[in-house]
């Protein structure tokens, strides 16, 4: 995979793949023109002979890319959904130790704040990059911890205790998910399954026998169509790289509202 596209705008993402795609598809439009009309239209049935199969390997090809579109788009939600309910998971548990006594109210807010600070200035830079970091998980062990030195001595702090601890596994739950989000991407052999099947429409568009402003007009179209198509799936295949990365706005929020607001 070519990371470094990850560290360029979207739309000049989109630009690159497009001009890829077109141009390969009009330079082979071009050049080998007399040769394919010579060596493989000599009954002029050529045309139709391509129409039927290139219908038949759309279908495919296009149910492909389909699937890889609802798949990373999905994993994209589904991380988005987890950074979201890590950071309400660890605002909840935030609220519910300030109803510790002291010294573990404050010893437990000090451990919750660290470690959502840990998340939006160390974390994040190493997520984008495509690395899990591994300070949250010893973070959030320390937590459980001083925790669960935590010796109840009536019901209301037994009750409290078990809200917290119950939330605590909601938040770690939620921070193995976010982290599983890091490494999870289309595998290698399907980007070459669909770099062949982007090569193989290319050269079916190449062998038709059209008037040169048709031909060019056409095959520009299907595949300024197919370059945007792979260009999203790239752009959606790494949850937290690039500009539609999903970003740590939810735990800056819990930070700035709830754990940085002086009262």
């Given at each position: ?180 989000g890091v490494t999870a991407s289309i595998p290698a052999v399907m ?73």
């Open positions: 995979m070519l990371y470094w596209i990850y560290n360029l705008p979207g739309f000049v993402v989109g630009g690159i793949f497009v001009t890829l795609f077109v141009s390969a598809c009009w330079l082979g439009i071009i050049l080998p023109r007399g040769f394919v009309e010579r060596s493989l239209n000599q009954d002029g049935r050529l045309n139709e002979i391509l129409g039927d199969y290139l219908q038949y390997f759309g279908v495919i090809y296009g149910l492909l890319l389909g699937l890889l579109a609802v798949s990373t788009y999905q994993n994209h939600s589904d991380t988005e959904k987890a950074v979201g309910s890590e950071a309400s998971s660890i605002a909840a548990l935030y609220q519910d130790v300030s109803a510790y006594p002291e010294p573990f109210r404050t010893d437990l807010r000090t451990l919750i704040k660290e470690d959502t600070r840990y998340s939006i200035e160390v974390a994040w830079p190493i997520q984008r990059i495509g690395i899990v970091p591994k300070g949250g998980v010893q973070r959030a062990s320390a937590i459980h911890s001083r925790l669960s030195s935590f010796q109840p001595q009536t019901k209301e702090e037994e009750l409290l205790q078990e809200a917290a601890l119950r939330q605590y596994n909601m938040y770690f739950e939620n921070k193995r998910t976010r982290l599983y980007w070459l399954t669909v770099a062949i099947g982007a090569a193989i429409n290319i050269v079916l568009i190449w062998l038709f026998r059209l008037p040169l402003k048709v031909h060019l007009l056409l095959g520009g179209l299907i595949s300024f169509f197919t370059a945007t198509m792979i260009c999203l799936i790239v752009l959606l295949d790494n949850p937290y790289r690039g500009e539609l990365g999903v970003s740590s706005e939810a735990f800056q929020l819990v930070y700035d509202q709830l754990m940085n607001n002086p009262r």
